[in-house]
């Protein structure tokens, strides 16, 4: 599956932004689905995810900022971010996991700048 990520930009400190994810086939069955993010000089970090069994979790730093939802019927992945501060700073990437079918794909990410 192929995933772009889209709507990341520039955003003043507290301020919002929603980053959408296009995948190239259904999302329905995907076991893993989310949002990871990189900033300069640091580790890949889980943002946010749908997993299975329902479950979602959320990294600590974004917990009750951030919100992960999906719309199954167009195959899209969102992350809507609120309350952003300068440490949010990073390059977000759309991840989509399964590995009975084999899939383990990568967005090219977004580029998520937060100005103080």
């Known amino acids: 599956v192929q995933l772009v990520e889209s709507g990341g930009g520039l955003v003043q400190s507290g301020g919002s932004l929603i980053l959408s994810c296009a995948a190239s086939g259904s999302i329905f069955v995907i076991n893993i689905m989310g949002w990871y993010r990189q900033a300069p000089g640091k580790q890949r970090e889980l943002v946010a995810q749908f997993s299975s069994g329902g479950r979602t979790d959320y990294g600590d730093s974004v917990k009750g900022r951030f919100t992960i939802s999906r719309d199954i019927t167009k195959n899209m992945l969102y992350l809507q971010m609120s309350s952003l501060k300068p440490e949010d700073t990073a390059v977000y990437y759309c991840?989509?996991?399964?590995?009975?079918?084999?899939?383990?794909?990568w967005g090219q990410g977004t580029q998520v700048t937060v100005s103080s």
């Open positions: 991840y989509a996991g399964d590995l009975l079918r084999n899939i383990n794909s």
